[in-house]
C-alpha cells in the first residue's frame, strides 16, 4: 500500500477533511502503538509501512504498559479530539495498518498486544456485491420476464418444452379443473362408492336386496 493510498483510506473511513487531517491522526496512533510494543516488532511495522509513516514509530519510547482507555486518551490528546471522535479514528487507523502489512507482521503485532487492543487489528473484509436490478414498470414486468430480458414469457418457445409441460398444452390441467372436467378424478375413473371399492366386480348398486 502507498504512502497516498494509506491516507486516502483512512481520510474516506474516519470522515476526516483531508489527507493533512488523515496524516496528524495516523502519526498519532502510530506513535501510541509504538509505545506499547517493543522494538523487534515496531521494526518490522515499520518494514511494512511506507517510509513517511515508519518515521513516526522510529522514534517512540517502546515498552510502556497501557490499556486500551488509554491508548484511545492519548490519541485525543494528540489529535485534539473529542474522547468519541478518537476512539472512531483509531479504530479506522488500525484496519488499514492491518490491511497495509503482511501476514506474518500482523500475527506478531496481534501476539505482542493485549486483546482488547489486537482485536482492533483486523482488515475489512471485502464487500458483497449486490446485483442492480432496474426495474422499469413500462417495460420490464414479470409477465414479460426477468428484469432486463430480452425474451419475455410471452414469446416463449414451446415446442423446446418437453411432451408433459404445461407449456404445451392449449388447456393445462383441462382433466381436473372444475371449469372443464366431467366430474371427480373418482367419478371418472368408476371408483366411487356407488360403484362399490376400486376393483370389485360387484358394486353396490347390484348387491344383493
Same mark, same amino acid.
Given at each position: 500500500?502507498?504512502?497516498d493510498e494509506f491516507l486516502s483510506y483512512v481520510a474516506e473511513r474516519a470522515g476526516l477533511p483531508g489527507v493533512e487531517a488523515s496524516e496528524c491522526t495516523i502519526r498519532a496512533v502510530l506513535e501510541v502503538i509504538g509505545e506499547r510494543l517493543s522494538w523487534p516488532i515496531i521494526q518490522a511495522l $515499520? #518494514?511494512?509501512l511506507p517510509d513517511a509513516l515508519a518515521v513516526? %514509530?522510529?522514534?517512540?519510547i517502546p515498552h510502556q504498559v497501557f490499556n486500551l482507555a488509554e491508548l484511545h486518551a492519548r490519541? $485525543? $490528546?494528540r489529535t485534539q479530539v473529542r %474522547?468519541? %471522535? $478518537?476512539?472512531?479514528h483509531t479504530g479506522v487507523v488500525c484496519q488499514v495498518i492491518a490491511e497495509a502489512v503482511s501476514a506474518g507482521t500482523l500475527h506478531r503485532l496481534r501476539e505482542a498486544l493485549p486483546e482488547p487492543m489486537s482485536a482492533l487489528f483486523v482488515p475489512r473484509e471485502p464487500e458483497e456485491l449486490l446485483e442492480h436490478v432496474h426495474l422499469?414498470?413500462?417495460r420490464h414486468t414479470l409477465a #414479460?420476464?426477468?428484469p432486463g430480458s430480452h425474451h419475455p414469457l410471452s414469446e416463449a418457445r414451446p415446442e423446446r418444452a418437453h411432451s408433459h409441460s404445461v407449456m404445451r398444452a392449449d388447456n393445462p390441467h383441462e382433466d381436473t379443473k372444475l371449469s372443464s372436467a366431467s366430474g371427480f378424478t373418482q367419478e371418472r375413473e368408476g371408483e366411487t362408492l356407488a360403484a362399490g371399492h376400486p376393483g370389485s366386480s360387484r358394486? %353396490?348398486?347390484e348387491g344383493e336386496e
Open positions: 500500500m502507498t504512502y $515499520a #518494514e511494512d513516526s %514509530l522510529r522514534r517512540v490519541v $485525543a $490528546a %474522547l468519541g %471522535l $478518537a476512539v472512531e422499469d414498470p413500462s #414479460e420476464g426477468r358394486p %353396490l348398486s
